[in-house]
C-alpha cells in the first residue's frame, strides 16, 4: 500500500485529536485484572489496538466494536500462552504480563523482539518481577513467569520505563499490601492507566510523579471510560502546520501535555493555546532550533523526533538534533536526504542544515513516526511523493489521509504497490 501526495499546499481548518493509542495499549491490557463489563467510548481502529484486541481474545475476553464505542467482557476469562505471531505484531504486547500475573500468578509470554527503531530490551520489566518474587526462565523465546511468591514490595526502576511501570502498575493491583515504584516514568498515558484502574476501584497514587504507590484491593469491577487524547498525534498536526504553512485549529489537543514542543514551537509560528485546543499559524519560514534533546517526559519526547527532524529541515540556520531513547531512531533523515534535505548523521546526532525546498521522491516508511514525518515531508515538498510502508503508519494513526485531506491535503492512498 502507498500513499501518493501532491506537495505544496498550505493547511487550514478544524482536526480533532483521536484518543491516545500509548494509553489505550496498557488500559485494554488492564482489562485482564476485571471481573465484569467495561466500555470505552473512543476507540480508535488502529492496527496496534486490533492486536491489542486479539490478545484479549486469546484469554477469552469478549471485546465488541460498535462505531465508536468498544465492549470488552471479562467474565468468561482464562490463562493463555502468548503466541510469537502477536508479540511480533505490536511490542506493547510485553504490557500484558504484569496483568496476567497479577490475575492468575502465572504467564507465559513469547519475547517482543527488537523493532526498527532498536533492540528495545525488557530487562527492567524481567528485574522488576524477579524483585516482587517472581520465578522467570526464558527459553526458546519464550518468557515463563511463575509468581507462587509473587509479593508486594517496593522496586527501583534503574531507568524510568514507561512500559515497565505501566507492567508493574497492573501487577501490583490485586496483591495484598503496598507495592512502591521508584524512579516510574511519568508519562501522561500512565495517569491515564492510573485513573483507568482508580474508576474501576483499585488504589494508585502518585502517577504522573516518580514514586507510584498501589494500595492492593480485592477486585475490580467494570466501568465506561473514555481515553485521553493523543498527544503525540496532535504533536504531529501542530508540526504539520509549523512546516507546511497555514491555519488549523487542534481540538482536542492538551497543552499540559505538549509542552516542551510548545516552547520550541513558539518560535517558528503563532500559538493560540487553550486549555484542550490550539491554533496554529504559520506564514512564514521557521528558523531553526539551535539544539533538540529527546528524553523521558516531560521533556520532548522521542516519539515526535521524526517529525520535528522535518521542521527543521526546511527551517533556516543549523539544528543539532540529540536522540538519547532509541539507538536507530534516525531512519527518517535517510528518506529526507532523497528529497533534498541537508542533514548529517554522527552516532545519536543529527546536523540539519535547513534548505529552502524540499523535493517529491519516492520513499519509504521504516517506523511509525518516520511515517507520519514522511507524510508532513511530503506535503511541504514541491511535486509528487510516493511513500511506500503506509501499513506501519496505520498501527498509530487512523486514516492519516483523510485527516489531512481535509485540511486540505492533496493525498490519497492506492493498493498499487
Ligand atoms: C513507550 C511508548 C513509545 C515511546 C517510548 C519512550 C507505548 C506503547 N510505547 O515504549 O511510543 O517511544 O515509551 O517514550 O507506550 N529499556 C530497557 N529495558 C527495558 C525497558 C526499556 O533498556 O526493560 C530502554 C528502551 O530500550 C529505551 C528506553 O528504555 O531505550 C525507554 O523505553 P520504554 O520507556 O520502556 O519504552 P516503551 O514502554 O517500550
Do not use: W
Not at 37 to 53: G, H, I, K, Q
Not at 232 to 252: E, P, Q, R, S
Not at 272 to 300: C, G, H, M, Q, W
Amino acid at each position: 500500500m502507498k500513499l501518493l501526495i501532491n506537495g505544496g499546499c498550505t493547511l487550514s481548518g478544524e482536526i480533532e485529536v483521536d484518543a491516545s493509542k500509548n494509553a489505550f495499549l496498557p488500559i485494554l491490557a488492564s482489562t485482564v485484572l476485571l471481573d465484569g463489563e467495561c466500555c470505552f467510548t473512543n476507540y480508535v481502529n488502529l492496527t496496534d489496538l486490533d492486536c491489542m484486541r486479539e490478545i484479549l481474545g486469546l484469554l477469552n475476553i469478549k471485546s465488541v466494536l460498535l462505531g465508536r464505542e468498544l465492549y470488552i467482557d471479562t467474565k468468561h476469562i482464562e490463562n493463555a500462552k502468548i503466541t510469537h505471531d502477536l508479540t511480533q505484531k505490536v511490542r506493547a504486547s510485553i504490557f500484558i504480563l504484569g496483568a496476567l500475573l497479577g490475575r492468575f500468578r502465572s504467564a507465559v509470554i513469547a519475547y517482543p523482539g527488537g523493532c526498527n527503531i532498536g533492540a528495545r530490551p525488557i530487562d527492567i520489566h524481567i528485574k522488576s518481577f524477579k524483585a516482587l518474587g517472581v520465578r522467570i526462565v526464558e527459553k526458546h523465546g519464550y518468557i515463563y513467569c511463575f509468581g507462587e511468591n509473587l509479593h508486594s514490595g517496593e522496586v527501583f526502576l534503574d531507568f524510568p520505563s514507561v512500559g515497565a511501570t505501566e507492567s508493574l502498575m497492573m501487577c501490583g493491583i490485586l496483591l495484598k499490601g503496598v507495592t512502591v515504584i521508584k524512579n516510574a516514568a511519568k508519562e501522561p498515558e500512565i495517569v491515564d492507566l492510573a485513573n483507568f484502574l482508580n474508576a474501576c476501584g483499585a488504589n494508585v497514587r502518585g502517577a504522573g510523579s516518580d514514586k507510584i504507590e498501589i494500595v492492593g484491593v480485592e477486585s475490580l469491577h467494570g466501568v465506561n471510560y473514555t481515553v485521553m487524547p493523543d498527544r503525540i498525534v496532535a504533536g504531529t498536526y501542530l508540526l504539520a502546520v509549523a512546516t507546511c504553512g497555514g491555519d488549523v485549529l487542534v481540538k482536542n489537543a492538551l497543552a499540559k501535555h505538549n509542552e516542551s514542543l510548545l516552547s520550541f514551537l513558539k518560535s517558528a509560528c503563532n500559538l493560540d493555546v487553550f486549555s484542550d485546543r490550539i491554533r496554529v499559524k504559520a506564514n512564514k519560514r521557521p528558523s531553526s532550533i539551535e539544539k533538540i534533546k529527546t528524553l523521558p517526559y516531560p521533556a520532548f519526547p522521542t516519539d515526535l523526533q521524526p517529525q520535528m527532524m522535518v521542521l527543521q529541515s526546511i527551517s533556516q540556520g543549523v539544528c543539532v538534533l540529540q536522540e538519547n531513547l532509541f539507538e536507530n531512531r534516525f531512519g527518517t533523515a535517510f528518506e529526507l536526504k532523497k528529497m533534498g534535505a541537508d542533514i548529517t548523521i554522527n552516532s545519536n546526532l543529527a546536523c540539519i542544515v535547513g534548505v529552502e525546498k524540499l523535493f517529491g521522491a519516492d520513499v519509504c516508511v521504516c517506523d511509525l513516526r518516520c511515517g507520519a514525518a514522511l507524510v508532513i515531508a511530503g506535503l511541504k515538498a514541491e511535486g509528487y511523493t510516493s511513500l511506500s510502508g503506509v501499513e506501519l503508519i496505520d498501527r498509530g494513526y487512523e486514516a492519516i489521509e483523510e485527516k489531512f485531506a481535509v485540511l486540505g491535503a492533496e493525498i490519497k492512498r492506492t493498493e498499487i504497490e
